[in-house]
């Protein structure tokens, strides 16, 4: 019988969670428009898959809610959860919502780099979580700050992958009935 990696993801054991994709935080995004285009595909995917999908909001009142584009392909049963703490793992209710799921690897997504995607990591793996970074789905002001934070993660124990790999390690095989929208994602360019 043929046995994955244990480092492989399967939609099985995967959550993924987007960090705070919102109205006047995202326009401020460095290559802001390439983390939109890979959070939607990486969305579009796990609504498919049925792959758990867990949605942050930092402090809404102030920084408005979830960009539309995004919005929109939300499962419904994923919960859109406001926050004033920059990791998301402070909040009760996110640990409540990830005590519902048996998934040993959280896929994180969104914004920003150094700030709520670093905390948040460093706190799934207190949880005994291991963590995946979506480098090309994540985002800061500055290069710097992004830049500096992807190297402290992944110097802590953080997986680094990129929104493809993600997509066909979700799929496992070209006979997964979904491949053929997998293999569109990959296409997709952004315009």
Known sequence: MYRRSFSLLSSEDSLLFVVDLQERLLPIIDKGEVVLF????????????????????????????????????????????????????????????????SVSKIILCGVETHICILQSAFDF???????????????????????????????SGVTLATTESIMFEWGGTSEHPQFKTISRLAREKLE
């Open 125 to 155: 793996l207190v949880l005994g979580k291991e963590v995946i970074l979506v480098i090309d789905a994540i985002g800061s002001r500055f290069p710097i700050d992004h830049a500096t934070a992807i190297r402290r993660l992944e110097s």
């Open 38 to 101: 890979n959070v939607r595909r990486l969305l579009e995917l796990a609504r498919l898959l049925g792959v758990p999908v867990i949605v942050s909001e930092q402090n809404p009142q102030g920084l408005g809610v979830t960009v539309g584009e995004v919005s929109l392909l939300i499962p419904e049963s994923a919960p859109i959860i406001a926050k004033k703490s920059f990791s998301v793992c402070a909040v009760s209710e996110v640990r409540r919502e990830l005590a519902k799921h």
